[in-house]
Structures are given as structure tokens and as C-alpha cells.
């Protein structure tokens, strides 16, 4: 059974940083995209930032140039290094992974539980 492990998350003031990251386990043959999405208070959850299994990335237009998404492929494991946070980065950051359980299998998509990132002085 497939599992996303996410960490990182923490209190910081206002131009400091934190690195989240992302560990998908169980049944995984490969894995074509793994991005992180978060969701503040009382909003709808809205994408951040997407890599493929080949390294492309897409942000979202609010976090390009201060946060930088990567992957380490031989870990299963999606990294968000996030630089010079806002008080309205505040949210809970899930893990997403588009997953392959094995060739001619269809991909399924699977969420972490989200860890609290929470940016105030």
C-alpha cells in the first residue's frame, strides 16, 4: 500500500526558510510526477509547485523564485525548499504523487497528510 511520509514543517519568522520533504513507499514501480500543494484557513487547497520523473518543474505564479521543488528518484522522496517566507505561506503543505504500480497498470494518485508550516513573527 502506497504511502506519502511528509516533514519539515515548523514556525519561522517572517525572510527565514524551511525545507519540507516528501517519502512515498509500498508498491511503487514508478513515480511520473510528485508535486506539493497547501491550504490555508477557511481557502481551497491550490497547487504550489510539480516535478517529473525527468526533472521538469511548474510553480505557481505566488511562490516562483522563493520556493524550489526537487526530487531524489532513487528515494521515492519530493523536497520544497521554501526561502524567504510570508506570513501568507501560512497553510498545510500536502504531498501529492501521480504513481505507477507497475507497467500496463493504471497511475493512481495519492496525498500525504499535510504538515503545518506556519510563518508569523
Known amino acids: 500500500q502506497v504511502q506519502l511520509v511528509e516533514s519539515g514543517g515548523g514556525l519561522v519568522q517572517p525572510g527565514e526558510s524551511l525545507r519540507l520533504s516528501c517519502a512515498a513507499s509500498g508498491g511503487i514501480f514508478s513515480i511520473p510526477a510528485m508535486a506539493w500543494y497547501r491550504q490555508a484557513p477557511s481557502k481551497q487547497r491550490e497547487f504550489i509547485a510539480d516535478?517529473?520523473?525527468?526533472?521538469?518543474?511548474n510553480y505557481a505564479r505566488s511562490v516562483k523564485g522563493r520556493f524550489t521543488i526537487s526530487r531524489d528518484n532513487a528515494k521515492n522522496t519530493v523536497f520544497l525548499q521554501m526561502n524567504s517566507l510570508e506570513p501568507e505561506d501560512t497553510a498545510v503543505y500536502y504531498c501529492?504523487?501521480?504513481?505507477?504500480?507497475?507497467?500496463?497498470?493504471?497511475?493512481?494518485?495519492?496525498w500525504g497528510q499535510g504538515t503545518q508550516v506556519t510563518v508569523s513573527s
Open positions: 516535478i517529473t520523473g525527468v526533472g521538469r518543474t
Open positions: 501529492n504523487a501521480r504513481i505507477s504500480p507497475g507497467p500496463d497498470r493504471v497511475d493512481e494518485t495519492y
